[in-house]
């Protein structure tokens, strides 16, 4: 497969160490793209549910393919988020190509991007962190049982189902805290006159001009790679949200089945990763 070239990929919300990580999907996009720089923005390494019972070679991997595109010329910037917090007292730390940030300033053609997790606007990450915490293992959980049965679904022939979308969609507290966290973070942008604003942590992917009465910016959500497996990329002085599609990298002479989700596609461009 011929890698692709990319300006600038952002990645959030891995969670490696957790069983719904999707880590052999995520290395398999990682090997078909050569980014000139690599920004993970938050929650790549799970620490608040790292157990050392659980984690696996695939997980491992994507921090060895990480660290080659690093040595390889790529610029990573890491941007700590709550589960891995613990990294914050690192903060400002380079290594040769890698950066360990907080939050991000980018000039990208002229146009500022403002780049950070988004955790510091979750009242329950600050406030009350046990039950942020216990509300993360039984996510973790809710996402291995929903991957169960949706391989059960596949072997019938049928759609796959996200109970943890269902969940969000059908609670009007939790579309009330999406919604909060989007205008809470693009009215800041706009006071602070950025052109770009890039978030992660809600898993929620989403490109959006937002409005207020002092001006305009675009929203990013670059989504996460446990329900969603999205990635943002900025090409031409262009944002588009790619989403993971299992058919784009299948073998002819060299294909291994493996558990997969499909999912709706969030963009109308496609992207070209063609052998």
């Known amino acids: 497969m011929k890698k692709r070239k990319v300006e600038l990929v952002v990645l959030s919300d891995i969670h490696l160490g957790t069983y719904g990580s999707h880590a052999v999907e995520l290395n398999k ?21 790292f157990r050392k019972s659980y984690f696996p070679s695939t997980h491992l991997k994507i921090i060895q393919k990480i660290m080659s595109l690093a040595s390889k010329g790529t610029k990573v910037y890491y941007i700590t988020g709550n589960h891995d917090e613990m990294l914050r007292k690192f903060s400002e730390m380079n290594l040769g190509n890698i950066s360990l940030l907080d939050k991000l300033v980018l000039d990208l053609d002229g146009k500022k991007a403002w780049i950070f997790h988004g955790d510091i606007f979750d009242a329950s990450v600050h406030h009350a962190k046990w039950i942020a915490k216990l509300g993360g293992k039984g996510y973790d959980y809710l996402i291995l049982f929903n991957r169960l049965i949706n391989w059960f679904l596949k072997k019938l022939g049928r759609e796959p189902y996200s109970f943890s979308k269902k969940i969000k969609a059908s609670v009007k507290k939790a579309v009330k ?83 997969h989700l499909t999912y709706q596609h969030l963009s109308q461009t496609t992207v070209n990763n063609q052998k």
């Open 29 to 49: 996009y990682l090997s078909s793209i050569k980014p000139k720089t690599l920004i993970l923005n938050g929650d790549i390494i799970d620490i608040w549910q």
């Open 177 to 259: 805290h999406i919604s909060d966290f989007e205008e809470t973070a693009t009215d800041l942008a706009i006071e602070q006159k950025y052109d770009y604003v890039l978030c992660g942590h809600i898993h929620e992917p989403k490109i959006i001009l937002k409005e207020n009465n002092h001006g305009s910016t675009l929203y990013l959500n670059s989504g996460d790679w446990v329900e969603n497996l999205t990635a943002l990329e900025y090409n031409n002085k262009r944002w588009k949200l790619y989403h993971y599609k299992e058919s784009d990298y299948i073998e002819d002479d060299n294909f291994m089945e493996i558990e």
